[in-house]
């Protein structure tokens, strides 16, 4: 027989945050800067996208042993339930989804259902617990390729372009309608969306970082694989944009920077900070950079040459996207702090930390 506890809380008790996706990339850096910052993490995670040696490293940095685990996947009602039940939940940051966008235009069906299902079923799970607060990890994608830029909050999302975009946007208007439904109800949802830029980087202990499976499709984890000699040559897409060097712009923010954006929202949600039921913010750096800068850059901060050369255009790329951060250097109180040169080295470091040298 199975016995649920449910958890009382008193006021003195730090606030618990269920992270979900919390082994991968962003969830890890968010755990680790959650517990800095003094609340108890849940991680859930189905580890269909990273092994556990992120999570190990959380609990290096933190030195914490006890956190708590489940190897549960979010498309698992029963499951997502069980979790609530035995954990009193104050805010869930949300990034279980599948993210490749060619992986998604060949399997839209498994990207939708994966994708929307685990969101629906802890937003049911928030409300039938007497509601929660539920941070939605968005992204510049909803964008697309914007005739005004920087962009603001306002920027008008433009159709998305591969099934995972239209995840990201048709997410964001679940936990809008939810917010907005449940707002007088028992059960109420209070939700923020960070729409993140380019994450890119490693904690600087070099325990916890990228870890993508076969060829990486980012920018930043091609170049350090490049690098340490795992992959010959890096191509840099396209060398005739409408740019100063020819090469894309983008809105490169460090990792650990967007993970503490992720503590800034929390904090506004569970102390009650928030303007709306459900609100927006960019969470990028403000700085366009350059595809070529950003591979001159990681030559220098690293004094290496790496193997690169000019390929044609990739499909789909937008020419440039970068971030106005007004809203959240206002209202969250947050702004991207560590230098690109900074970023660059540790994403270097965590690399040769995977090779062992
Ligand atoms: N890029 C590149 N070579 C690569 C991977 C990416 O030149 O091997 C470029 C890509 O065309 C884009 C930028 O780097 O201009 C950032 O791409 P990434 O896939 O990291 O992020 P995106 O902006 O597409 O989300």
């Known amino acids: 027989m ?30 680790v800067e959650l517990i800095s910052a003094g609340y108890e993490v849940v991680v859930a995670d189905n580890m269909s996208n990273c092994d556990m040696t992120c999570f190990e490293g959380v609990k290096k940095i933190t030195g914490r042993n006890d956190i708590p685990f489940y190897q549960i996947d979010c498309c698992d009602y029963a499951a997502v339930t069980r979790l609530f039940d035995e954990n009193r939940i104050d805010a869930v940051i949300h990034f279980a989804a599948f993210k490749a966008v060619g992986e998604s235009v060949a399997e839209p069906i498994m990207y939708y259902r994966n ?50 975009g239209n995840t990201k946007q048709m997410c964001e208007d679940i936990l809008r309608d939810v917010v907005l439904a449940t707002a007088t109800s028992e059960g109420p949802v209070k939700g923020i969306a960070l729409r993140y830029f380019n994450p890119i980087g490693a904690h600087p202990s070099a325990l916890i970082g990228e870890l993508p499976r076969g060829v990486p499709n980012n920018l930043v984890p091609f170049i350090t694989q490049t690098a340490i000699g795992k992959r010959e040559c890096l191509s840099i897409f396209g060398n005739d944009y409408d740019t100063e060097d020819g090469t894309c712009l983008r809105d490169y923010i460090d990792i650990v920077d967007l ?9 506004r949600m569970v102390d009650g900070r928030m303007k709306e039921g ?16 950003l591979v001159t850059a990681f030559e220098k901060v690293n004094g290496l040459k790496l193997n690169y050369k000019f390929a044609p255009r990739r499909p789909g790329d937008v020419v440039a996207i970068w971030a106005d951060t007004r809203l959240a250097n206002d209202e969250l109180g947050w702004k991207a702090e560590r230098s690109v040169e900074d970023t660059l080295a540790s994403a270097w470091a965590w690399e040769r930390h995977l090779a062992g040298k």
């Open 115 to 164: 994708n929307l299902v685990s969101f629906l079923n802890i937003l049911e799970a928030a409300k039938t617990h007497g509601g929660c607060n539920v941070l939605f990890s968005s992204s510049a994608t909803v964008y697309g390729e914007a005739e005004v830029l920087p962009v603001t909050e306002q920027t008008p999302r433009l159709p998305a372009t591969s099934p995972y």
């Open 2 to 31: 199975t016995t649920f506890v449910r958890y009382v809380k008193t006021q003195a008790m730090a606030k618990t945050v269920l992270v979900s996706g919390g082994a991968g990339y962003i969830g890890s850096h968010v755990t």
């Open 278 to 293: 459900y609100e927006i913010f960019n969470v990028g750096t403000g700085r366009p950079v350059s595809v070529y800068e």
């Open 259 to 267: 993970a503490k954006a992720h503590v800034a929202a929390v904090s």
